[in-house]
Nanobody, 124 residues
């Protein structure tokens, strides 16, 4: 059974930085792309970005490009989301997710395993 546990959320002032971590178990981590999503109050869940299984390919939604960076450490079964220049509109619960299939670059609908989420609040 896949388990994903996020950590690192908190309260930060606008312009500040946070690094989220997601520890994975129950899967051969180095075989899977990983994704980050977020959900703000009253809004639908939104794709933030993803990284392929090797860490060599990343993709981001336009609103976070140049500010957020996804990386991974396959030896530690952990994926990271470095968030810089945070804005009030980045306030959300952030989730990491794993797709069902190995060795694939997943569509948003392909993510089937989710963490419990970590709250990020950016004060303006």
């Amino acid at each position: 059974q896949v388990q994903l546990v996020e950590s690192g959320g908190g309260l930060v002032q606008a312009g500040g930085s946070l690094r989220l971590s997601c520890a994975a178990s129950g899967l051969t981590f180095s075989n899977y792309a990983m994704g980050w999503f977020r959900q703000a109050p009253g809004k639908a869940r939104e794709f933030v970005g993803a990284i392929d299984w090797s860490g060599s390919l990343t993709a981001y939604t336009d609103s976070v490009k140049g500010r957020f960076t996804i990386s991974r450490d396959n030896a530690k079964n952990t994926v990271y989301l470095q968030m810089n220049s945070l804005k009030a509109e980045d306030t959300a619960v952030y989730y990491c997710a794993a797709p069902a299939l190995r060795w694939t670059w997943p569509r948003e609908s392909d993510f089937g395993s989710w963490g419990q989420g970590t709250q990020v609040t950016v004060s303006s």
